[in-house]
């Protein structure tokens, strides 16, 4: 767009914010020293030098005083759910969790997927991210929308999909734990393909992709080979029909390695590719045991790819000693990065620096990646894998105005450098987070949300929290002794 296109739509603005020091992550990667942005309508009119935006009379003008500036974060795989309860809560010596989480299954109900989805949610605002992905979580969908919606954030929710189980699945809701809720509202451990695809469709057209809603509906499964070769198949070509990005989990563990030479005589990739499902609308999350066949499939098929780094770290997965994230960027390919579910906080700058510091550990070499690097990887690479590149990631005319500006009172603000790239990487991160705009409207403004009583829904958090810990035992992964434990559910 020329320059005097640019003004003429700058003049109409609703909202201009000035004199910031501004990391557009446009195709040059200028960072404005004294920038404007010029806001209307939701998405982006005029960006800048301040001397070259116009202010008109009807604008709300908002001086930023030189506080930083960039694009919101895309966190391109969070567990939004019911999940979101129990972190902090967990056993301290394994990385299995599924008693934990069995025992999550009986406290399971739509007040608790709501609750869920709403405290990650607002972590994620208050963290500088303005977009999620998710590959299926929900129990009671239009109950993660709700928190969703009433946040303000954008993000593809979806059904909890894994078929192909069903002997299994009807075994287990013979047991106790599962009797006092419905059949039809139990999808645990499986539901049939033909459901799940019905639910797919549902979701999409429910919640369009190509619309102006922030809640979306896109093809998320589960994946990591507990989905039929006859869904992923159906799923792809429903994806393709919508034009929707496909997203599901991959590679995670070597037990799924072992599964799939076991079941198909192939690797996981290797089968995918076989299905033909690998490709540019596809998007797989963890993918860390590949060999490199594996690899080069990805990087030849345009695959897009989420680095989860907390989630492997704490669980010990391997994603910094074996995964091949590195070479798949310097090939071309597109990687996001994810918080996943309660191995951590919804904190993209904390994945932004774990990946900085983490292969340079394990490698034994700098950079591997730089700071601007991995800034692109949870900007413009994240806006790819969510099939979004067109409408957020950059500051640029036309996009979205998803915009996250920092807090200058703050110790990590300072020093101040005309390059704040490594500022922000290394120092910054999520913690100077002050005001973040989704659409052009302010949903967290001066470290307050703006759309509801968080206090209120801090409360109805922790009453429902504290509920689930006193029917489990707030001692149960506990090594040193709680006194003083007492009953604070309501």
Same mark, same amino acid.
């Given at each position: 767009m020329t320059a005097a296109h640019q003004d003429l739509h700058a003049a109409d603005a609703e909202i201009v914010l000035r004199h910031g020091h501004i990391i557009t992550m446009d195709p040059e990667r200028r960072i404005l020293l004294d920038g404007s942005i010029a806001i209307g309508n939701g998405r982006i009119l005029g960006i800048g030098p301040d001397d070259e935006i116009p202010v008109s009379e009807s604008s709300m003008v908002r001086d930023l005083k030189g506080a930083l500036v960039?694009?919101?974060?895309?966190? &391109?795989?969070?567990?939004?759910?019911?999940?979101?309860?129990?972190?902090?809560?967990?056993?301290?010596?394994? &990385?299995?969790?599924?008693?934990?989480?069995?025992?999550?299954?009986? &406290?399971?109900?739509?007040?608790?997927?709501?609750?869920?989805?709403?405290?990650?949610?607002?972590?994620?605002?208050?963290?500088?991210?303005?977009?999620? &992905?998710?590959?299926?979580?929900?129990f009671w969908l239009a109950d993660e929308v709700r928190a969703l919606e009433m946040v303000g954030i954008r993000g593809f929710p979806g059904n909890f999909l894994i078929d192909g189980n069903l002997e299994v699945a009807a075994e287990e809701l013979e047991d106790p734990r599962f009797g006092s809720m419905p059949q039809s509202e139990i999808d645990i451990l499986g539901v049939s393909t033909d459901v799940a695809l019905e639910r797919l469709q549902r979701q999409i057209e429910d919640y369009p992709f190509n619309s102006e809603r922030r809640v979306r509906g896109v093809v998320n499964l589960f994946g990591s080979g507990r989905n039929t070769d006859k869904l992923l198949i159906r799923a792809r070509q429903l994806a393709d029909e919508y034009r929707v990005p496909m997203i599901m989990h991959q590679s995670w563990g070597p037990e799924e390695v072992s599964a799939s030479i076991e079941e198909h005589g192939k690797r996981p990739l290797e089968h995918l590719a076989d299905l033909g499902i690998?490709?540019?609308?596809?998007?797989?999350?963890?993918?860390?045991?590949?060999?490199?066949?594996?690899?080069?499939?990805?990087?030849?098929?345009?695959?897009?790819?989420?680095?989860?780094?907390t989630a492997s770290v704490r669980r010990g997965m391997g994603a910094l000693r074996k995964g091949h994230f590195p070479e798949m960027i310097s090939s071309g390919s597109k990687v996001a990065f994810g918080s996943d579910g309660v191995s951590g906080r919804r904190d993209v700058g904390r994945q932004m620096y774990l990946a900085a510091v983490g292969f340079r550990e394990v490698r034994n070499e700098i950079p591997v990646f730089t700071g601007e690097k991995v800034l692109e990887m949870a900007t413009l690479h994240g806006a790819a894998a969510v099939g979004m590149e067109d409408e957020i990631g950059s500051l640029e005319v036309g996009k979205r105005a998803d915009i996250v500006i920092h807090a200058l009172d703050r110790p990590e603000a300072h020093p101040r450098f005309q390059d704040p790239v490594d500022s922000l990487v290394f120092y910054r991160q999520s913690r100077t987070v002050d005001t973040v705009f989704i659409g052009g409207e302010a949903v967290y403004d001066n470290g307050c949300f703006t759309r509801f009583d968080a206090d209120e829904a801090y409360r109805k958090i922790d009453d429902a929290a504290s509920r689930f810990e006193n029917t489990v035992g707030a001692s149960s992964f506990a090594t040193w002794p709680i006194v003083g434990a007492r009953s604070r559910g309501k």
């Open positions: 960039h694009p919101g974060f895309i966190d &391109a795989h969070v567990h939004v759910n019911s999940q979101e309860l129990i972190r902090g809560f967990a056993p301290k010596h394994t &990385a299995d969790w599924s008693d934990l989480e069995l025992a999550l299954w009986d &406290a399971n109900s739509p007040e608790m997927d709501y609750l869920g989805t709403l405290i990650s949610s607002m972590e994620m605002i208050a963290n500088g991210t303005t977009m999620f &992905a998710d590959t299926g979580s929900a690998l490709g540019p609308g596809l998007t797989l999350v963890h993918m860390i045991h590949l060999d490199d066949h594996e690899l080069e499939l990805v990087i030849e098929s345009g695959t897009r790819i989420v680095h989860c780094p």
